[in-house]
């Protein structure tokens, strides 16, 4: 386990600023995602961390040594790639003794740590088989496997599971997080697929534009973005633009709510309220109350996802809202339905509009 | 399907037609291809293998065959095949090596464009042109000759000699390192950054993946593209008599003055000297198959 700190580092490709002053610090131990979309940066910083890329300016430092200048082979660090990163003149096995042969480790000692890191990732008894001859979900067990076998301070995973069908990336992703629970090596994990970061990290770093935007566990990321790139880039959010007219209370259009969200905000901020679709409730107004919180619209279109079906709703003011509704329910608000829309104040995120983009 | 309307069953059998065609145009170019190298490869193998064997007044011989055992042809096939493992041989490592800083990320766009472009052309500069050219660089009054000499460096009086062995290995170098160039690019594209940096990552130095991922994984193409300069060298007919007229002996140049009369005629020797060619070529095909079987097995089978 290894304790790892990444201080302002800076990249640059030509007049492409790659990395702007990303810093984190990582816990010994802990699995932590790099998301973001492709081209926000996180690959570099991985590859800045194995030392595959030179930063511009700015430091890696490995349990309070700066390995910044320190080459990849002297690093301790193991690195799974998107695919095809097998030896492929080489069995399951030799590639996972690579790394163990080219470090000096005896052949006992070497076979019996195979062995073991086969027998981990399931695959002790495709030994001898050559990449070509194992599925694309094995092949980064092996890989895994590789990366494992020299003992790494750091586990470095870009993107592994990308190049993978549905079902084996699902299968796989919940054996990386089982073989780091088992291991307990600090690991960094790239990926832009939002699920998987959430499903399988301790702390994700969501990056935009070569900045972290947010570093925080998979639930504060969610529940609380802290920046409007990140509450539209992880699940889905409907986004109101709305005035703050006192403490605590916006003004969305003509109407005003409550947002405890907004306390900390001045009278007169622009804003935007992010609202989570399971958040959002809807009511038929035939008959009923006007809701405090709430809107009227009308009902578009329905997407059915199984146990739940999205709902999404055209308000008066012409932005859409989307309510999750589990699916029996969601029938009873039928496209073209003049229906009451209400949310969670407590949970509806606000953000200062001018920070957006 | 017997109770279509002739309106339907016309647009339901269309898919059908096309699919018949489609199967159809495969077989046809495919056996086009077949009845081509029958008539210019087969057909001439066999015919060489029959005329190896059979005398003037048509009865089967082996006079000629032996022949090809006696001191003089024995020495040309030994000269044949030297030239053309020593061209092969400097063409694979200064191919190979021109090939991969071609490659690299560091060389600039234009040179690569540039390399690629010339390998392609001087690949396929051969016979009279490329002998006329080195005649003209360094033949005895060329370009390059005299002005050496007038640097003070006499390279005839030195014991060089553009009309001898070496002077052929020089020439033939200008068409096998760029075909080398050409077959050998593939192959060094296929080689993945993540290989190296993985061995790199696992505490590889870059002795290491050379060692045990790099050259491994290039030496099947690397034996094969050997065995094609090999072929080319060996085949190669109208460059050394241009430049030699024969002072060198190559089988090439004697199957040709057998086959055309010049000195003398004499078909079915010349037919037993091709004979020659073919088993050099097909022992060099067999070998290159079983190191390949070895040096590849790591490879889909």
């Known amino acids: 386990m290894a304790r790892l700190e990444i201080r302002d580092v800076n990249k640059s490709y030509g007049v492409q600023h790659v990395l702007r002053d990303a810093g984190l610090q990582f816990i010994e131990g802990e699995l932590v995602t790099l998301l973001g979309p492709s081209g926000c940066g996180k690959t570099t910083l991985l590859r800045i961390i194995a030392g595959l890329e030179t930063a511009d300016s700015g430091a890696v430092l490995l349990d309070g040594t700066d390995i910044t200048p320190m080459p990849p082979n002297k690093r301790n660090m193991g690195m799974v790639f998107q695919a095809y990163s097998l030896f492929p003149n080489m069995s399951a096995a030799d590639n996972v003794a690579f790394g163990l042969h080219v470090r000096g480790a005896e052949k006992g000692g070497r076979q019996h740590r195979v062995g073991e890191l086969l027998d981990m990732v399931g695959l002790s008894a495709f030994a001898q088989k050559y990449p070509h001859q194992l599925s694309g979900g094995q092949q980064q067990r092996v890989a895994l496997a590789r990366a494992l076998a020299i003992r790494p301070d750091l586990l470095l995973l870009d993107e592994p599971l990308s190049a993978l069908d549905a079902r084996v990336r699902v299968q796989l992703r919940d054996e990386i997080r089982r073989i780091h629970e088992e291991t307990g090596v600090t690991t960094i994990f790239v990926t832009h697929d939002q699920e998987e970061a959430l499903s399988i990290s301790d702390r994700v770093a969501v990056m935009n534009r070569g900045q972290i935007d947010q570093f925080d566990s998979p639930h504060a990321i969610y529940q609380r973005p802290a920046t409007p790139f990140v509450a539209g880039f992880i699940g889905v959010s409907s986004c109101l633009s709305a005035t703050v007219v006192e403490a605590g209370m916006v003004r969305v259009e003509a109407e005003t709510f409550a947002a405890p969200a907004a306390r900390g905000l001045a009278a007169g901020t622009a804003v935007s309220i992010y609202l989570r679709p399971e958040d959002v409730r809807l009511r038929a107004t035939a008959g009923a109350p006007q809701p405090t919180a709430g809107r009227r619209g009308t009902v578009r279109t329905h997407t059915f996802m199984g146990a739940l079906t999205r709902v999404t709703v055209r308000l008066a003011n012409g932005s859409d809202i989307f309510a999750d509704l589990a699916t029996p329910e969601a029938g009873d608000f039928p496209a073209g339905a003049e229906i009451a829309v209400d949310w969670n104040a407590d949970r509806a995120q606000v953000l200062p509009a001018a920070r957006e983009g | ?301």
């Open chain 2, 1 to 301: 399907m017997t109770d279509l309307t002739s309106a339907g069953g016309a647009l339901r059998r269309r898919p059908k037609q096309r699919a018949g065609l489609a199967g159809a145009l495969p077989v046809f170019f495919i056996g086009l291809f077949f009845i081509y190298v029958l008539a210019f490869l087969g057909g001439p193998a066999l015919s060489i293998l029959f005329q190896a064997f059979r005398s003037s007044t048509g009865h089967f011989t082996t006079q000629y065959v032996d022949q090809l055992f006696g001191h003089y042809y024995a020495k040309t096939y030994a000269t044949t095949a030297a030239l053309s493992a020593v061209t092969a041989l400097i063409g694979v490592v200064a191919g190979l090596l021109t090939a991969y800083q071609i490659q690299r990320q560091s060389t600039p766009g234009w040179l690569r464009n540039a390399v690629n472009s010339f390998s392609g052309v001087a690949a396929n500069f051969a016979g009279i042109p490329l002998a006329f050219a080195f005649i003209s660089t360094l033949g005895t009054q060329g370009m390059l000759t005299l002005w050496l000499k007038a640097a003070g460096i006499d390279i005839y009086g030195a014991g060089f000699s553009l009309f001898s062995f070496w002077g052929l290995v020089l020439t033939y170098l200008y068409f096998q390192i760029p075909l080398m160039v050409i077959i050998i690019t593939p192959a060094l594209q296929g080689m993945r950054r993540e290989w190296r940096e993985a061995a790199m990552g696992l505490g590889g130095n870059g002795w290491h993946y050379w060692r045990h991922v790099g050259i491994p994984i290039l030496t099947p193409s690397v034996l094969a593209s050997f065995i094609l300069l090999f072929g080319n060298a060996f085949a190669s007919y109208a460059t050394p008599y241009a430049l030699t007229s024969g002072l060198v002996p190559l089988v090439p140049i004697e199957i040709g003055n057998l086959m055309s009369g010049n000195v003398i005629a004499d078909p079915q020797l010349g037919n037993a000297l091709s004979l020659g060619m073919i088993v050099v070529m097909g022992a060099a095909m067999t070998l290159y198959t079983l190191l390949q079987r070895w040096t590849g097995r790591w490879q889909k089978r």
